[in-house]
């Protein structure tokens, strides 16, 4: 029975728009709906009876600006300093971050100053190769840990033999931008983990704080983008296990400065999405479990979020002889009239939040789109761009020291801008 060109108009329509409400809407009232039955156990509050042995990682590139605090940081940590090491690999870096970090030395802290610059994923491959702790923390040169970071994904992975990996809690802040919809949007994101978390189902990582076990490494592929989504997710698939998130232990970095440096982030981010997703798509296989239930749903329906919409106003134009359809039409039309108009809405009250709402989620959606189109181009490369980032006058502080700090208005002056891997 042939089917009428107008119904797959409709389909065409309303399906993608579906799919995605469903992604960022119906999904997360499923995960809260899962996690009202009996969670997965946690880990017991009893520390170690021995600590055992870590090696932080640290991939850097032209981090001259911020290294030594970052450096500082670490060797402040609240861990045994005869079980811990810090590993700093410099990606070929053309400023001083090789020589800052080998004034360290004396302290205990490594230097693997690699001349060629190849991409992260190389560089803590190699990190790992070398590093002698029985646990890895990877973590970035831009973030700060709090004291007792180290403590607590240890803790939590030793007590549970069955995770493969425990991600702390990455919390965005910054002088001008604490509050902002970046920081909002990732707290939204950390909310999801936790009901994920429930289920031993965390995707990946976030590449600023995470732990794993040494003996489980998987040496990531040579040309991979988005390491920290890819490794975690290599270690389920070889090893079996969980990924848990253990907001105890905990990190900050500041937030993006300008939408276009969100925009370069997410579109490099986007090229590793898709590769990832040719070196894991097996965990979406349904007897994956809640796994599959979570990758399709957190993370490839909105991978495939641009495409959707791009579908959705396209196949729209073809219906507008329907009053319902010329409504939303006019609504799509209107939602991209309204991230365009962000930049001069931005004070009007209520109208500018939203307008910068809709802005920030055109950018990601856009970023995912041009960085799949990178991909198939082969023009999507292993390497990271510096993009500025603002950074309180407390960087080396402690995250809770941040969280009274007062936040400058537009007018004060502008916090100094590091450079932070896109």
Same mark, same amino acid.
């Given at each position: ?51 055992p ?18 450096i ?14 810090? #590993? $700093?690999?410099?990606d ?5 971050t090789? %020589?800052? !970090?080998?004034?360290?030395a004396s *302290? +205990?802290? &490594? ?17 790992a ?23 607590? #994904? $240890? ?9 493969? %990996?425990? !991600?702390?809690?990455?919390?965005? *802040? +910054?002088? &001008? ?13 950390t909310?999801?983990?936790t ?5 031993g189902?965390?995707?990946?990582a ?11 490494y ?21 090893? +079996? ?11 900050w ?8 440096h969100e ?28 796994v ?49 108009a ?5 004070r ?23 960085g799949?189109?990178?991909l198939l ?26 969280v ?11 916090a100094?801008?590091?450079?932070r891997?896109?």
């Amino acid at each position: 029975m042939p089917v009428e060109p107008s119904l797959v108009f409709v389909l065409l329509t309303l399906v993608p728009l579906a799919l995605l409400m469903y992604s960022y809407a119906g999904y997360p009232a499923l995960l809260w709906a899962l996690t009202r039955f009996p969670r997965r156990r946690r880990r017991a509050e009893a520390k170690p009876a021995s600590w055992p042995t870590v090696s932080v990682l640290v991939s850097a590139y032209n981090e001259e600006l911020v290294i030594a605090d970052r450096i500082e940081n670490l060797l402040a940590l609240d861990y045994p300093k005869n079980r811990l090491e810090i #590993l $700093v690999g410099s990606d070929g870096s053309t400023d001083a971050t090789a %020589a800052i !970090v080998n004034t360290y030395a004396s *302290r +205990g802290v &490594r230097l693997l100053p690699f001349v060629k610059r190849r991409g992260k994923a190389n560089v803590l491959n190699d990190l790992a190769a070398t590093a002698r702790g029985e646990i890895l923390v990877l973590t970035d040169a831009n973030c700060a840990f709090e004291p007792d970071a180290v403590r607590q #994904l $240890v803790q939590d992975l030793v007590a549970d033999p069955r995770s493969c %990996a425990v !991600v702390g809690r990455l919390d965005l *802040r +910054g002088a &001008r931008n604490a509050g902002t919809l970046d920081t909002s949007y990732w707290r939204y994101e950390t909310w999801l983990k936790t009901m994920e978390s429930s289920l031993g189902a965390v995707l990946g990582a976030n590449g600023a704080i995470y732990a794993i076990r040494r003996a489980q490494y998987v040496p990531l592929p040579r040309q991979a983008i988005v390491d920290d989504f890819i490794l975690p997710m290599s270690i389920r698939l070889r090893w +079996g296990g969980h990924v848990v998130l253990q907001p105890a232990a905990r990190a900050w970095e500041v937030a993006p400065v300008r939408v276009q440096h969100e925009f370069r982030r997410r579109t490099r981010i986007g090229s590793g999405d898709f590769q990832a997703l040719r070196w894991t798509w097996r965990l979406l296989l349904p007897w994956r479990g809640p796994v599959a239930i979570v990758y399709l749903s957190h993370k490839v329906l909105r991978w495939l979020g641009p495409w959707f919409l791009l579908t959705s106003l396209l196949a729209n134009l073809q219906l507008l002889e329907r009053p319902l359809f010329q409504a939303l039409f006019v609504g799509q039309v209107g939602f991209y009239a309204l991230a365009t108009a962000a930049g001069f809405v931005r004070r009007v009250p209520v109208l500018g939040l939203m307008a910068a709402a809709a802005q920030y989620f055109t950018v990601i959606n856009a970023g995912l789109m041009l960085g799949l189109v990178r991909l198939l181009l082969g023009r999507a490369r292993p390497f990271w761009a510096t993009v500025p980032r603002e950074v309180p006058a407390l960087l080396v502080a402690s995250p809770a020291a941040m969280v009274g700090a007062p936040v400058a208005s537009d007018s004060a002056e502008p916090a100094p801008s590091v450079p932070r891997a896109a």
